[in-house]
């Protein structure tokens, strides 16, 4: 069955119903019962499907055959280790064909194949910040022949190589930190937005910059832009007056 009207984030506490229980075989009259709350998504994420949860009488009250118990849940006392108990518990019960499970194991899993998307995404990230820096530097390359004349004329009237050399630096550090600021800028707002819509749905939920890493990775992608432009901007400040001025 479905209860419709329930809603997550409604600060009003539910207000229990009643639903009638019936056996689809048949052989017993069907039993009233009172639901008095409902489990989040994510509390059955280690179950096969969602469930009822009530005591054992109701089955009992309601199926004219016998239901035997096939789940059991273990909690461990503190010290064991859960792999060792689910493969003691496995020997000792084989002839049942008896499977443990153990929640830690499962979730691990479950975290896993997440982190795996994650480190696809932060794969294709790293790629187009290797892609950014190429081009930066391509482009100061391309500013050094295009700028011949210019940087003959400021030699001329006085420009030392160290200005000419400097000038280049800040104008690739200019560029890459509008570039950074922009893809934060717009990274955070996604993200943002990501959140607030998923924020309803799972509780406690909340949206937080790891600014630790935001800050490596700005370190990074903007040590290895300047470190693109040091050879362009080196041969620009060797270019020689007389010898930029010749060309028109």
């Known amino acids: 069955f479905t209860a419709s009207g329930l809603v997550q984030e409604d600060p009003v506490p539910m207000k229990a119903f009643v639903v009638e229980l019936t056996d689809p075989a048949g052989g017993k009259p069907p039993i009233r019962r009172t639901i008095i709350g409902v489990t989040d998504q994510l509390a059955d994420l280690m179950g096969d499907f969602p469930q009822l949860t009530s005591e054992s ?12 118990l096939v789940r059991y849940d273990f909690r461990l006392a503190p010290g064991r280790d859960a792999r060792d108990v689910a493969e003691r518990l496995e020997t000792g019960l084989v002839d049942r064909g008896f499977e443990a499970r153990v929640n830690d194991r499962e979730i691990r899993e479950l975290l ?74 717009l990274g955070s707002l996604i993200s943002w937005n990501i959140v607030n819509e998923l924020k309803g749905q799972v509780e406690g939920l909340r949206f937080q910059v790891p600014w630790a890493n935001v800050v490596v990775i700005v370190s990074i992608a903007w040590g290895f832009s300047i470190l693109t432009t040091l050879w362009p901007a080196r041969q620009a400040s060797r270019i020689y007056a007389a010898e930029a001025l010749r060309y028109e």
Do not use: D, T
């Open 57 to 68: 009488s109701v089955l009992e009250g309601i199926s004219s055959k016998p239901v035997p």
């Open 112 to 185: 896993s194949v997440n982190n795996a998307l994650n480190q696809l995404f932060e794969s294709f990230m790293g790629l187009g910040l290797v892609v950014g820096v190429a081009a930066l530097g391509v482009i100061s390359f391309r500013a050094v022949v295009e700028r011949r004349q210019a940087i003959g004329v400021m030699k001329a009237i006085g420009y030392k190589p160290r200005m000419i050399w400097l000038g280049f630096l800040l104008e690739s550090s200019v560029v890459a930190l509008l570039g950074i600021v922009l893809g934060i800028g």
